[in-house]
C-alpha cells in the first residue's frame, strides 16, 4: 500500500492529471498497437502487396 501512495500523488491526485495520463497513455498504446499490426500484417503477406510486387508491373521511365 505504500507504494501506491507517490503514483496516487504524481498522477491522480487531481482530474486534469488523471485525464492528461489516461489521454497520453491511450495515444501511446494506440500507436504501438498500430505499428506493431502493421508490421504484423506487411509479415503475414510479405510478396502478397502492391509494395512488394510494383517492380514487376510499373515501369520507371
Known amino acids: 500500500m505504500a507504494a501506491a501512495r507517490p503514483l496516487y500523488n504524481a498522477i491522480f491526485r487531481t482530474n486534469w492529471q488523471m ?3 489516461v489521454f497520453t497513455g491511450a495515444f501511446a498504446f494506440e500507436m504501438l498497437f498500430d505499428t506493431g499490426m502493421n508490421k504484423l500484417w506487411d509479415n503475414l503477406n510479405r510478396g ?6 510494383r517492380h514487376r508491373y510499373v515501369q520507371e521511365e
Open 19 to 21: 485525464l492528461g495520463f
Open 48 to 53: 502478397r502487396q502492391w509494395k512488394d510486387i
